[in-house]
């Protein structure tokens, strides 16, 4: 006798759009969930929806100020999370039969940029915890230079740098990392006593420190754009001499000179409550990257730039 194969009784769902929900019912904030998944708000929202219309049920309540879930929502949120977890031991047992759950990488990360990056390191490592990978904190153009002589399997650096250097061509990359660069403020500073710290002509009188321009030329003129705009005449920036960690440099600056330092946020959260942190207004953004040679085929690269993918 044959038996007839189970015939799910809805159809099945699309894991990308449970991801979604997921990550809008962790935000409660679409503008949020969209930067964490690097896709538009307006998208992610009809994803939403569509979701809503395969299920039958409405998930979330939405208006020009709030997003909270329903009682079909709450309930499909913690069923999700089993769902993605199920999903991901079937890849890592996928991978495991393909031996690729094994092997060692090589990270070229950028100079104090690994703290953004510590969250997918943290959960690609509980994810392969086979696969052992070091990591050495070089300048942008150094770990670059690692990936072209093969030194190093794979590079995390800011997204504006490969835009900007111009040495990244046949590269690929994946944003895995979103963070905000933020106003440290000594006390004193009259920028302090504000919610924001505005950018742009706004910005023209207000000194910046910043490390000195030879340490890194590309990031000078990019956070000289960022703070004053591309048409400041004479930026009253104030430049500090450094040899690593140039960002707690500018910061113990701050003593002296009254100034702001534009500080990574999660730089800026380890300094502790010494200074003054405001937001700038518009916000400034950075996203960090992936990025490794497309020619490199091993397997231990495979299931990172897998991960990063599925992370990003």
Known sequence: MTVAPDIPAVPPLDMRQVLYFVTVARELNFTRAAERLHISAPALSQQIKALERHLGVQLLLRNTRHVRLTAAGEAFARSSHGLLHEGEAAVR???????????????????????????FLTQFHNTYPGIEFKV???RHA?????????????????????????????LHCIKVAHTEVVAALHPDNPWAVRPHVPRG???????????????????????????????????????????????????????KTRALAPLSRPVADMLGDKWEIRPFDPPWELDGCVVWQPDNSGGALIAFTTAAAAYG
């Open 93 to 119: 047992e996928a991978r495991r039969t393909a031996g690729l759950i094994n092997g060692r990488l090589l990270l070229a990360v950028l100079h104090e940029a690994d703290p953004v990056f510590e969250p």
């Open 201 to 255: 002509q706004a910005l023209w009188g207000s000194p910046a420190v910043l490390f000195e321009r030879d340490y890194s030329p590309v990031t000078f003129d990019y956070a000289v754009e960022q703070l004053y705009g591309p048409d400041c005449p004479d930026p009253p920036v104030q430049e500090v001499s450094v040899t690593v960690r140039a960002q707690e440099a500018m910061a113990r600056n701050l003593d």
């Open 142 to 170: 150094e770990l670059l230079a690692a990936l072209r002589n093969r030194t190093a399997d794979a590079a995390l650096t800011w997204s504006f740098l490969l835009e900007r250097a111009g040495d990244s061509e046949g």
């Open 136 to 138: 050495a904190t070089l």
